[in-house]
Structures are given as structure tokens and as C-alpha cells.
């Protein structure tokens, strides 16, 4: 089922949106607690997605233009730019408005959310969604402690939004037939796995990599892995 961890996700939101009312507030010390266990999670996931593939060329040559291209489109600052620019919109907004769009910013706007829709639409894979939702869960807790309902319906725009990536990523199973798909699948998850290391990291606080300058890698490692599936001396 091709929208299983897309469902979970938002069922995830509702639920912790709903704990967030009757839970009182957790201390920092917890919530860093918790957001390390989950980036250990994220990191070790990605290195097993990292591994799937046997062609390094592929995934490398694919992260190399997707991070040129990404950071030829300032794409990591266009996502910031857009939040600080709805964050100075919310300024004006009631409190229903602030906790839906800030909430709905949080938990669509990032890699992740692209990675693990694209895993369930094309492999049925869902962990990585899986992993994600018990992150959106535990944040919705924060957030409904401080912004309110609004939260709780952030989890439309959630199922929405990844729905229709995974929806929309059979067409590559369409295309591409046979061998050649297994490749290009192995590929995908290997260029995505890397990024999930990425954000792993970030999530432990280790490192600021810029892992949205890396999104137009997940399109060109298609095109790449077909590329050298057809040169018969590679």
C-alpha cells in the first residue's frame, strides 16, 4: 500500500496534536533526549538505504550535480526564506492560523518528507515515513502545548502533500521496466539513504549540512542510472 506511511504520519500528528492538550509541558532536557534517539534512528536508516546500491559512480555522480544544481538554486535558503517569511505573516494571524501553517511548514517542508513518500510509492518501503512520524508525533506534542488546535489540522496538509508524492512516483515504475528499474530503485534509495545520513547528523546537532541543496539528486539519479545502464562498457 502505497500510502500506509503517509496515513501513519498523519495519523501520528492527530495523536500527538490530541496528547499535547492533556500532557503538561516537557522539560528540555527530555526533549533533546528524545530528538537524539531519534537522529541515531534517521542516521542509521539512511546508512542502511546508503548501501542498497552497488553503483558508487551512480550515487555519486548524482549527489555531485544535485548539490550544484541545488546550490546554484539557493534552494536550502529559499526553504528558510519562506519560512521566515510565513513567520512574519503569522505575526498577524490568530492563534488557529499560526499553530496550522507553522506546524504544516515543520512537518512538509523538508527531505524527509520527499524521501520517505517517494519510498512508499515506489518500493512500499514506510520506515523512513514510519521514522518521521513518531518525530511529526512527538513535535506535535510541543507545538499544541504552545499554538493550539491549528496543529492538529496540519495533519490534512500533511497527507495531502505526501500522498500525492507517493501517488505521483508510480510513473516511474511505468517507465522503466524490469532489471533496469531494480537499478534505478537501488540507485534512488542509495542517493536518498545519503541524504538521510545527512539529516540524521543534523538532528544529533553535529553538523548544519544544507540536505535541501541535495533534492535535485533524487530526479538526476534516475537519469544518471539509466545513462550508465546503456553504456555497455561501464
Not at 2 to 17: F, I, K, Q, R
Request: glycine letters at 12%; one cysteine or more.
Amino acid at each position: 500500500m502505497a500510502l500506509l506511511g503517509t496515513v501513519v504520519n498523519a495519523l501520528a500528528v492527530v495523536l500527538g496534536s490530541l496528547l499535547g492538550f492533556v500532557l503538561p509541558r516537557l522539560r528540555e532536557e527530555m526533549r533533546v533526549q528524545v530528538m537524539q534517539g531519534v537522529g541515531l534512528v534517521v542516521a542509521v536508516m539512511g546508512i542502511s538505504m546508503a548501501m542498497r546500491s552497488e553503483n558508487i559512480i551512480v550515487v555519486l555522480v548524482s549527489l555531485v550535480l544535485g548539490g550544484a544544481v541545488g546550490g546554484w538554486m539557493h534552494l536550502d535558503d529559499q526553504l528558510k526564506r519562506f519560512g521566515r517569511w510565513m513567520e512574519s505573516r503569522l505575526n498577524k494571524q490568530d492563534g488557529f492560523a499560526s499553530g496550522f501553517i507553522t506546524a504544516t511548514l515543520v512537518f512538509c517542508v523538508g527531505p524527509m518528507a520527499v524521501l520517505g513518500a517517494l519510498a512508499g510509492g515506489l518500493k512500499g518501503e514506510h520506515e523512513l515515513l514510519f521514522t518521521k512520524a513518531m518525530l511529526d508525533g512527538f513535535t506535535a506534542i510541543i507545538f499544541t502545548s504552545s499554538l493550539g488546535v491549528g496543529v492538529l489540522f496540519s495533519a490534512v496538509p500533511v497527507f495531502l502533500y505526501q500522498g500525492a508524492i507517493a501517488l505521483s512516483a508510480e510513473w516511474i515504475t511505468r517507465l522503466f521496466k524490469g532489471p533496469l528499474l531494480d537499478r534505478i530503485l537501488e540507485d534512488l534509495t542509495a542517493v536518498g539513504g545519503i541524504m538521510i545520513i545527512a539529516i540524521g547528523l543534523n538532528l544529533l546537532n553535529l553538523t548544519r549540512i544544507r540536505v535541501a541543496d541535495w533534492l535535485p539528486a533524487l530526479p538526476i539519479a534516475v537519469v544518471v542510472a539509466a545513462v550508465y545502464d546503456a553504456i555497455p562498457f561501464l
